[in-house]
């Protein structure tokens, strides 16, 4: 008998004034899984992530996260962003959004912000608690960068980093919130294929760590490397599910993605 | 011809700027008497320091764009101004924080009463652009009200002292926790607003406020202000007018250490830390499990909290307040120290506190330039150096463990 | 009874005159502020002194043209001219010293490159002119026909109105029917794409500010006459109210910075009058912040909903 899946979206609908960007879209993913959701431009993937992580409020459906061995369900919907995160919930972004002006470490450090506490006394004072979790924040931040190929550059600018090593820092940023499932925004915008080919590594190698994957991608290889389910929308709809395999001599996909009938 | 391109083009804006500033600057009307004086040497003046003016800076674009981006050391030293570099060599940068205080406490044995005076105005300013850096600098929050929050430090002593008889040592802490109650107050109603719209709201508070303190004259005594506030005691010994004056420098010396101890404290901070994260980006900073509203509250409060704690020296100082002191001018001083220093940057602050209060007392003969030199920085610093004078430094931090590059497969 | 009835329809009457006067002349700012706004998404804080400048450069002429005996026509005509001429010079050099630069900046910089000319502006003025309140010679006389009215309407009221009414139908024409004023609604929705399609982004948005300052100028003119005084600080709080009105509007749209206006100039009119004048300005900005707070978009304008 299956668990119960980690996330459980059903009917989730968002408008934005007379446009259905989303239109009553069922998704789910179970623990230990990468799921890819893919689909042409402009079907509605990021609108999607965003609804997911508390950007926009879905105007209609539910989302419903279970955190892997728990019971208690909790639903997102109308959660703000943060408390999304607290959940358990990470994301990247399809625009990088780094923090350009801090250094390559302390983005990562922030992404342990909320597994953390100090607060105002525990800055000016820099008591004994403060600085066991300060040095925690920091190990826990060199050990992410040691996963994502990035600890050498750990007090270079993020600025300062090529587009490759900014995409896998958002990545090691997200990882720091310690969530149990993690949203990739096109992680491989961009990137050429040996840079790919490293993700393709990365992504499988945060799998085997105990999280499970939702990803929106373009690149159709990494895409079919990767997932173990694959999700395809359009116009804000699920037109297909299923096995890499299944999906990839799917008619409905190839009509979606090519705009013609295979044997037209 | 480069240079024949660039004076021509210089002589061309000189003569337009003759042209735009004719009738202010050349006429010169007595309406009363009934005469014109034509004054006609402002424009040569005026003609031959736009030349000038341009030239410089065309020639200081070209060479910016001539130098080289320099590379970046293997060992990750921190490269860049020699400011920099002093500070981040730990000994070099003890030896100058001692010379400095040293400096510091003699400076009344050598200057006179006024001088001292003087310094005690600049050293309320570096805290006064310290707190406003934690809401500007570091969380990204153009507050233009910043004054409101000045007025209510000064305005609580003056009243509780009246009314109640209360002391300096006591308001101290009323202060500053009424005003930290102000911002966050204040901060409530502008959390979802964006960066300008946010910057109008917290002007129309400071306006508000002043003019509530102008007109409520059964409450703060209206347009004429509260007098005869008592200068800060020091366990009840009387002292005199010069003894008071050096009194202050001393108290303002130990607020700045204070300060500077604390805003240090806070910048590598996790707090600290979500500031710039929510300066950088609100989104992101939201997507990573920061509480963007209570990061912005706690901003404010804490950044009014300083402008607080001043205000009530501020009216001990001058022992005399009145609504016309709390202008959207101030905030707007404040604010170019900010900028000018550099948004985040402790010692850029300082430095830009130092320079413009203290660089209007020693060039006497410019002084009526004050004001048009201010918002002149204001412009110069967006377009040519936004980073302000000392850029920011992150601090860096080690680990244990050793780490290389990833071995190419 | 009834004469008290008259008295009172009458001071309801001058009040309500007196609002709409202050609110042609708000629009006349306001315009400014939402056209600057609607093409590069700036709070032009220096539009005030703008305005203000306009007023100056009014009284420096006409009092100069008075003294050397010139007539009364020639005098309103020249200095208005001049008002204008100088307010959009003025207007056009500010965006290209403090704005254009900043144009791809974070959004914060403009802003505070603004409060920086505004700043600027005004000890500019001071230092160059004076301190002092100087009065404005009377350029609108009393109209023998207004007689009547002339307790609750004056012919300065009335020139104002006349004024302002010409001069936004003017505008409207300009802005729906002439190839500037379309590429002025074209950059100010999509600048990427009015650049593709060959409009010179650039010198629009020139002749965006100044047009806003022709304008600001034409009222400094008219409210100096009017009140009989100016001085170099009547930019900052005209500024702050007009931004208000436009605000109020809907920023970024035309017929919004009149409408707010209008509603700001008439309501600010029957509060003091009615009320109590003190807390006047208060008002204003306790408007302002309450706009910005719960409906930034204004009455006529559009709420954005940001993308992700």
């Known amino acids: 008998m299956m668990a119960t899946p980690i996330l459980q979206i059903s009917g989730l609908t968002m408008d934005f004034g007379g446009i259905r960007a989303l239109n009553r879209l069922d998704l789910d993913v179970h623990a230990g899984e990468i799921v890819a959701l893919i689909g042409p431009n402009g079907a509605g993937k990021t609108t999607f992530f965003n609804c997911l992580t508390g950007i926009y409020t879905p105007t209609a459906g539910e989302i419903l996260l279970t955190p892997p061995g728990n019971s208690k369900s909790i639903s997102l919907k109308g959660l703000k962003p943060n408390h999304v995160t607290e959940k358990g919930l990470a994301r990247t972004f399809q625009n990088i959004r780094l923090f350009s002006q801090m250094t390559v470490l302390e983005n990562v450090m922030i992404g342990q912000h909320c597994r953390t506490k100090a607060f105002i006394l525990g800055a000016i004072l820099r008591n004994a608690a403060t600085r066991r979790e300060e040095r925690q924040i920091v190990e826990k931040s060199y050990a992410i960068l040691d996963k994502v190929g990035l600890a050498h550059l750990a007090n270079e600018f993020a600025r300062n980093l090529p587009y490759g090593a900014q995409r896998r820092l958002e990545i090691a940023r997200a990882l720091a919130t310690e969530p149990f499932l993690l949203l990739l925004d096109e992680p491989a915008a961009g990137m050429n294929p040996q840079e790919t080919q490293e993700l393709d590594r990365l992504i499988k190698e945060i799998s085997t760590d105990g999280h499970s994957i939702l990803l929106i991608e373009h690149d159709m290889k990494l895409v079919m490397s990767l997932s173990d389910r694959i999700f395809v929308m359009d116009y804000g709809k699920k037109i297909a599910q299923g096995k890499p395999a299944e999906i990839r001599s799917n008619p409905a996909v190839i009509k979606a993605y090519l705009g013609e009938d295979v044997d037209a | 011809m480069f240079y024949l391109n660039e004076i021509k083009r210089a002589f061309l804006t000189s003569l337009w700027f003759v042209f735009l500033t004719f009738p202010i600057v050349v006429i010169k009307v007595d309406p009363i008497e009934r005469i014109v004086r034509w004054r006609w040497e402002n424009s040569l003046y005026m003609a031959g320091g736009i030349f000038v003016v341009y030239l410089l800076v065309k020639f200081f674009i070209h060479r910016k764009s001539q130098a080289v981006e320099p590379e970046v050391d293997r060992d990750n030293e921190v490269k860049g101004s020699f400011i920099h570099r002093i500070l981040a060599n730990p000994k070099q940068r003890n030896v100058l924080i001692v010379v400095l205080l040293f400096a510091a406490l003699a400076f009344p044995q050598f200057s006179s009463s006024y001088q001292t005076n003087v310094m005690s105005t600049a050293l309320m300013y570096v805290v006064l652009g310290l707190g406003l850096n934690i809401v500007v600098g570091m969380a990204g929050l153009l507050d233009l009200g910043y004054v409101a929050f000045y007025a209510v430090g000064a305005y609580s002593y003056a009243l509780l002292n009246h009314h109640f008889d209360l002391g300096f040592w006591a308001v101290l802490p009323i202060g500053g926790g009424l005003a930290a109650l102000f911002g966050i107050l204040l901060g409530f109603p502008v959390l979802r607003l964006r960066g ?152 850029g602050v300082i430095l830009g506190a130092l320079i413009l209060i203290l660089l209007p007392e020693y060039l006497r003969a410019l002084s009526e330039y004050r004001m048009l030199a201010f918002g002149a920085i204001l412009v110069a610093m967006m377009v040519f150096r936004p980073q302000g004078l000392i850029s920011n430094i992150r601090r860096t931090y080690h680990s244990d463990k050793k780490f290389h590059p990833p071995t190419q497969q | ?186 950059t100010a929705q999509d600048r990427t794409m009015a650049m593709l399609v060959g409009i010179n982004v650039n010198r629009i948005i020139s002749a965006t500010f100044i047009i806003g300052s022709a304008l600001a100028a034409v009222g400094g ?5 009017h009140i009989g005084q100016i001085n170099f600080y009547i930019g900052f709080l005209a500024g702050i109210k007009a931004f208000t009105a436009a605000v109020l509007g809907g920023i970024g749209s035309i017929p919004g910075a009149v409408l707010g206006s209008l509603i700001l100039g008439l309501t600010e009119s029957f509060a003091t009058g009615y009320v109590s004048s003190d807390y006047e300005d208060v008002f204003a900005f306790s408007l302002l912040v309450l706009i910005l707070i719960f409906k930034p978009s204004g009455l006529l304008g559009k709420a954005e909903t940001k993308k992700v």
């Open chain 3, 221 to 225: 003119l008219l409210i100096a006459s």
């Open chain 3, 1 to 186: 009874m009834l004469q008290f009835f008259f008295i009172k329809m009458d001071y309801f009457v001058e009040l309500f005159f007196g609002g709409i006067t202050r609110g042609a002349i708000y629009a006349l700012i306001a315009l400014g502020y939402t056209m600057v706004y609607g093409i590069i998404g700036l709070i032009n804080f220096a539009h005030g002194e703008i305005y203000m400048i306009g007023a100056f450069t009014a009284f420096i002429v006409a009092t100069v043209l008075s003294i050397y005996g010139f007539p009364l026509l020639a005098i309103v005509i020249l200095a208005g001219f001049a008002a204008v001429i100088w307010s959009s010079a003025y207007g056009y050099t500010v965006e290209r010293i403090a704005y254009k630069p900043l144009r791809h900046a974070p959004r914060l910089s403009p802003l505070i490159s603004a409060i920086g000319m505004s700043i600027f502006l005004q000890n500019y003025v001071l230092l160059a002119q004076t301190s002092d309140f100087l009065p404005f010679p009377e350029l609108i006389p009393e109209f023998p026909f207004m007689e009547p009215v002339a307790h609750v309407v004056g012919s300065s009221d009335l020139m104002i109105l006349i004024t302002t009414a010409i001069i936004m139908l003017i505008l409207t024409v300009v802005i729906k029917f002439t190839r500037v004023g379309k590429a002025m609604r074209a």
């Open chain 2, 196 to 347: 300008d719209y946010l910057a109008i709201v917290t002007l129309g508070f400071g306006e508000i406020i002043r003019l509530i303190l102008e007109n409520w004259s059964e409450f703060s005594k209206g347009p004429s202000g509260i007098s005869n506030i008592p200068r800060p005691g020091l366990f009840g010994i009387e002292l005199s007018l010069k003894g008071e004056i050096i009194y202050l420098y001393y108290l303002m010396i130990l607020f700045v250490i204070v300060t500077i101890f604390i805003v240090n404290r806070l910048q590598d901070s996790r707090l600290g830390r979500a500031w710039i994260a929510l300066r950088e980006d609100e989104i992101a900073c939201q997507a990573m499990g920061i509480d963007k509203r209570k990061t912005k509250l706690v901003a404010f409060a804490l950044g009014a909290f300083w402008a607080g704690i001043i205000g009530v020296v501020f009216a001990a100082k001058t022992t005399f307040i009145n609504p016309a002191s709390f202008t959207f001018l101030e905030s707007a001083i404040i604010l170019a120290i900010v900028v000018l220093g550099g948004m985040g940057s402790i010692v």
